[in-house]
């Protein structure tokens, strides 16, 4: 099944019993899902199956960054896994993400490769404590138009910088964009952040949202608000 909502539902949860519990009350026409580090550490592959049997479309947000085989590897096998998109982290390089691209290029893969760029819990002062004395905004573009050379499908970036990204990868270039908190939700770790409504007017063409609808206390009824809003209602 597919979706056309761009809503990726986070499932940051500790268990697969407790993912599939919130994912059993979704729709997979109404959004996509995501499986992070902490859900597939602790499940594996199991929950991308009992996911797909649902009918839900899979980003597998495994964030992977290593040497270009290691990488080109671990993406073939996601992808071997139907997920819908998988990422790397554009800080991996050029050879990286090229070698990722040519090798689910040369399997006829067609899952989205996309890159992190910037996490969106990072602020200026994070980076520049790295090493980094860019700002977040001009980092992120620097490493979205290098993915985009390398043959990436997208990007992972904050939806404070979609608009400038469109002008430089083009409106078809994916800008998926975690650090979304509608006005009701807690800000927590994200420092990058934007409402849903003002990401989608920014340019992002998905929202990965989280914490504001699986911490809230009726899950449901955020991600209802969060589609009114998104609606203009
Ligand atoms: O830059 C990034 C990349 C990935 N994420 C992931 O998105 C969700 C956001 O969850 P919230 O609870 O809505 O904050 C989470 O799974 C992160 O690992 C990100 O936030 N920022």
Redesign the pocket.
Known sequence: MSSDSPLII?L?HPSLDAALCLADRLDPERCRV?V?KELFTRSGPEVIEALHGRGFQVFL?L?FHDIPNTVAGAVQAAAEQGVWMVNVHAGGGRRMMEAARERLDRHGLSTHLIA?TV???MSAEDLSEVGVTATPAEHVERLAVLAHQCGMDGV?CSAQETTRLRELCGEAFLKVT???RPRFAEQ?D?RRVMTPAEAMAAGSTHL?????I?RADDPMAALTAIEQELAGG
């Open positions: 986070a940051d995501k992070g947000d964030k992190v996490l969106t819990s992972v975690p650090g979304i927590g994200q990965v949202i989280g914490r504001p699986t």
